[in-house]
T-cell receptor
Framework: QKEVEQDPGPLSVPEGAIVSLNCTYS??????FMWYRQYSRKGPELLMY????GNKEDGRFTAQVDKSSKYISLFIRDSQPSDSATYLC????????????FGKGTTLSVSS | GAVVSQHPSRVICKSGTSVKIECRSL??????MFWYRQFPKQSLMLMAT?????????EQGVEKDKFLINHASLTLSTLTVTSAHPEDSSFYIC??????????????FGSGTQLSVL
């Protein structure tokens, strides 16, 4: 079993839809949970991160972490065509300098 | 915001040649930098952790003699792919952690290098 599992999609939705992206993981030592957005042949950019369990909201984006189920989610409300990209979940331990372990990424396409 | 500059963005080379990729932190110092490789429709796979002034730590399965990493200063790490072969063709991405501290938001990524070996 890979440390981080993420359905690669692709996921196609109409503009305005609510998008749900998910990852599962196996390493209980993970403490930081991140969502990155990556455009084709570009480096990933950090969207949101959560430390330990709980929810975090930033504008149209909501990140949820359920450590008991080893399951994290990213919700995008009122999706826009500009949200079309690949979304990568990533995780790391609590120690500074720990490398990130990434999911495979889910490709999202929002049509107008 | 902080910027990590990665060069070149794209390189095409002949099999057997060596290619050097540079990763620079432009407005912060980075004691630690990470090198990732990404194949099409795959996740970023950590290759090695680069620490300024010391030897890099390689992940299992990554050949240290093939992927030479030099982190000679607090703002520059280089990855050299030696004697490149077509199977080394991939997208290579570096990331740098701001030494001034902070959380995960202080980890910044370069824009990546697409290596194509003919």
């Amino acid at each position: 079993q890979k440390e981080v599992e993420q359905d690669p999609g692709p996921l196609s939705v109409p503009e305005g839809a609510i998008v749900s992206l998910n990852c599962t993981y196996s390493n209980s030592a993970f403490q930081y949970f991140m969502w990155y957005r990556q455009y084709s042949r570009k480096g990933p950019e950090l969207l949101m991160y959560t430390y330990s369990s709980g929810n975090k909201e930033d504008g149209r984006f909501t990140a949820q972490v359920d450590k008991s189920s080893k399951y994290i989610s990213l919700f995008i409300r009122d999706s826009q065509p500009s949200d079309s990209a690949t979304y990568l979940c990533a995780m790391s331990g609590a120690q500074a300098g720990t490398a990130l372990i990434f999911g495979k990424g889910t490709t999202l396409s929002v049509s107008s | 915001g902080a910027v990590v500059s990665q060069h070149p963005s794209r390189v095409i080379c002949k099999s057997g040649t060596s290619v050097k990729i540079e990763c620079r932190s432009l407005d912060f110092q980075a004691t630690t930098m990470f090198w990732y490789r990404q194949f099409p429709k795959q996740s970023l796979m950590l290759m090695a952790t680069s620490n300024e002034g010391s030897k890099a730590t390689y992940e299992q399965g990554v050949e240290k003699d093939k992927f030479l990493i030099n982190h000679a200063s607090l703002t520059l790490s280089t990855l050299t792919v030696t004697s490149a072969h077509p199977e080394d063709s991939s997208f290579y991405i570096c990331s740098a952690r701001d030494s001034a501290g902070g959380g995960i938001e202080k980890l910044f990524f370069g824009s990546g290098t697409q290596l194509s070996v003919l």
